[in-house]
T-cell receptor
């Protein structure tokens, strides 16, 4: 079955610097890659997603890149702010009657003031 | 309305109790999901309903019994749980069909404690 690996497990960056989280997936049929942010005690919320027909997608300070050949995708957050502190999960999914998504293990991002 | 709601927010139950968790969405989504999340771990898929039919059961113990009464509602019936079942239970919904997966919208979860 699909496996998604995520690194690093924890990440601490200075406010204003960039943060990068990397994921790899195993199932070449996966074609949808969402990123979820989960603040302490709250629900996971989608922050950006990318489909396999696109190599890069950007939304303000957040960008995601996808390398289908290498089965890698990455989240880039620029100009980090204290409110970016949270756990981030990457995930992978493919076409099916219901979108089963496989989550990575999560990255705890801390922004130092 | 892009919200998934869940009740109750918190639940404490003994190992001999029977209780139910409820989830509701009005986005017209025909896929609904139950996840279990332990602290510092990703959500772990339990069940998937597609068009009100159970399509995926991730080998979940029978003490968890899902039910989808209609396209907007999803229940999880709990019976004879163990302390290790204490966790955050998340409901989610999504569109179905198409050529790739879709965003899942998560509810706020029910924090379950089994004593």
């Amino acid at each position: 079955g699909e496996n998604v690996e995520q690194h690093p497990s924890t990440l601490s960056v200075q406010e204003g610097d960039s943060a990068v989280i990397k994921c790899t997936y195993s199932d070449s049929a996966s074609n949808y890659f969402p990123w979820y942010k989960q603040e302490l005690g709250k629900r996971p919320q989608l922050i950006i997603d990318i489909r396999s027909n696109v190599g890069e997608k950007k939304d303000q300070r957040i960008a995601v890149t996808l390398n289908k050949t290498a089965k890698h995708f990455s989240l880039h957050i620029t100009e980090t702010q204290p409110e970016d502190s949270a756990v981030y999960f990457c995930a992978a999914s493919k076409r099916s009657s219901a979108s089963k998504i496989i989550f990575g293990s999560g990255t705890r991002l801390s922004i130092r003031p | 309305d892009t919200e998934v709601t869940q009740t109750p927010k918190h639940l404490v139950m003994g190992m001999t109790n029977k209780k139910s968790l409820k989830c509701e969405q009005h986005m017209g989504h025909r896929a609904m999901y139950w996840y279990k999340q332990k602290a510092k771990k990703p959500p772990e898929l339990m069940f998937v309903y597609s068009y009100e039919k159970l399509s995926i059961n991730e080998s979940v113990p029978s003490r968890f019994s899902p039910e989808c009464p209609n396209s907007s509602l999803l229940n999880l019936h709990l019976h004879a749980l163990q302390p290790e079942d204490s966790a955050l239970y998340l409901c989610a919904s999504s569109r179905t069909g198409g050529t790739s997966g879709y965003e899942q919208y998560f509810g706020p979860g029910t924090r379950l404690t089994v004593t």
